[in-house]
């Protein structure tokens, strides 16, 4: 069973950036299609970026030249750069493969 574990998140002032991390278990990493949702207060979860296990990158039109998602299969850990942060940025993120989710990161733009 894979474990997701995410880290990263924090407080951070609109124009600024972050990376989220998240670190899987599990010696099949590299055959997973890894994905960042995020779950703002009173809202749906939403994907935010999905990476497949060749590398190919797929994007919310929201996150567009801002974010980019990646992967290290020999650390087993998917990562999210998120730059040009804006306060509807904010959120609990969340790391997913299949039907298996990480605890989440919050996520908070604010000056």
């Known amino acids: 069973q894979v474990q997701l574990v995410e880290s990263g998140g924090g407080l951070v002032q609109p124009g600024g950036s972050l990376r989220l991390s998240c670190a899987a278990s599990?010696?099949?990493?590299?055959?997973?299609?890894m994905g960042w949702y995020r779950q703002a207060p009173g809202k749906e979860r939403e994907l935010v970026a999905r990476?497949?296990?060749?590398?190919?990158?797929a994007y919310v039109d929201s996150a567009k030249g801002r974010f980019t998602i990646s992967r290290d299969n020999a650390k087993n850990t998917v990562y999210l750069q998120m730059n040009s942060l804006k306060p509807e940025d904010t959120a609990v993120y969340y790391c997913?493969?299949?039907?298996?989710w990480g605890q989440g990161t919050q996520v908070t733009v604010s000056s």
């Open positions: 990476i497949s296990e060749g590398g190919s990158t």
């Open positions: 997913n493969t299949g039907s298996i």
């Open positions: 599990g010696r099949i990493f590299g055959m997973l299609v």
